[in-house]
Nanobody
């Protein structure tokens, strides 16, 4: 059974960088052909896919967030991380990590999640 757990600060100041880590157990983040996504849900809104890192380290980002988003991994710890720069209060959301069996097509990354973390609340406020 794959389990994912998000961790990181719950409060970030405007203009700073939001950093979260997802620790995976029960499976390796380098196993072909899985990928690992970050998703968020602002209050009162739907889920928003942010980006993904594939088993081979390839990354793909939402076009609307690409300029501010970076996803990396530490294979020795079986973790992957999210950095979102220049945050504003509009970045306040519950942030989730998930295992993703999606694919890349002409429209971009098409996600297909099968395991999720429990989510972590991040509030952007001074």
């Amino acid at each position: 059974q794959v389990q994912l757990q998000e961790s990181g600060p719950g409060l970030v100041k405007p203009s700073q960088t939001l950093s979260l880590t997802c620790t995976v157990s029960g499976g390796s983040i380098t196993t072909s052909y899985y990928a690992w996504s970050w998703i968020r849900q602002p209050p009162g809104k739907g889920l928003e896919w942010m980006g993904v890192i594939a088993y081979d380290g390839s990354t793909y980002y939402s076009p609307s967030l690409k300029s501010r988003t970076s996803i990396s991994r530490d294979t020795s710890k079986n973790q992957f991380s999210l950095q979102l720069s220049s945050v504003t209060p509009e970045d306040t959301a519950v942030y989730y990590c998930a295992r993703d069996q999606g694919r890349l097509d002409f429209t971009g990354w098409v996600p297909k999640y099968d395991y999720w973390g429990q989510g972590t609340q991040v509030t952007v406020s001074s």
